[in-house]
């Protein structure tokens, strides 16, 4: 329960790269997201968090119907997913079809404002050490990847929600071995910090918004 009254609350959806696989709790990148939103004077609640390790758009649909208790609205709401519908090999099109689903659902949790969700694009996991040691084709993971968040963005744009790009930062640095955890396949609590950055100015002006 929120100790202070005017405290924002804070709806997190997506997969592993919203649970954190492989770091800490408090290193995942919404938890940092909202402390250092804190720091700034944003009494943003600690979010509450529906995402789970292999998840695609549809599981996460599915899990957000069932959710205990069921999910209400919130003041501001993040969604990072897809990236497992690529792995498995779905196309493109179908995505964008979830996708605007869930990121419609989103803007519901959002009590209906859509300038308060913030989406970020997926990573490309086709840089890691995992993906190297599966023989995997990273040229067609990337290409893949970049339909998907070019699919992902222009659902945002045509919906006013905010949509940050992490893939550049993970495209850069992801094969970094500091930038992973011991799995050689997700992100690190460095990196995890790094996305936190960069989404921080768009949900700082979010939140701003009355």
Known sequence: ????????TYLALGDSYTIGEGVAPGDRWPVRLTLALR?????????????????????LMT????????????DFV?????VNNQY??????????EFAEVLERAV????????RVLVLSIPDWGVTPFAADQGRDCARVACELDDYNAAAR???????????DITDINRQRGAEAGMLADDGLHPSAAMYAEWAALALPAARSLLAKR
Not at 1 to 8: C, E, I, Q
Not at 63 to 74: F, S, V
Not at 78 to 82: A, V, Y
Not at 154 to 164: L, S
């Open 78 to 82: 993040s969604l990072l997913i897809g």
């Open 108 to 115: 519901r949790h959002a009590r209906g404002r859509a300038d």
């Open 39 to 59: 720091e700034e004077g944003v009494p943003l609640e600690f979010p509450r968090t529906i995402a789970a390790t292999g998840w695609t758009t549809d599981e």
């Open 63 to 74: 899990a957000m119907d069932l959710a205990q208790p069921p999910l209400g609205e919130y």
């Open 1 to 8: 329960m929120a100790t202070d009254p005017n405290a924002l």
């Open 154 to 164: 222009a659902a945002c744009e045509a919906r006013g929600v905010a949509f940050v």
């Open 88 to 97: 498995r090999d779905r196309s493109c099109a179908d995505y964008a079809g």
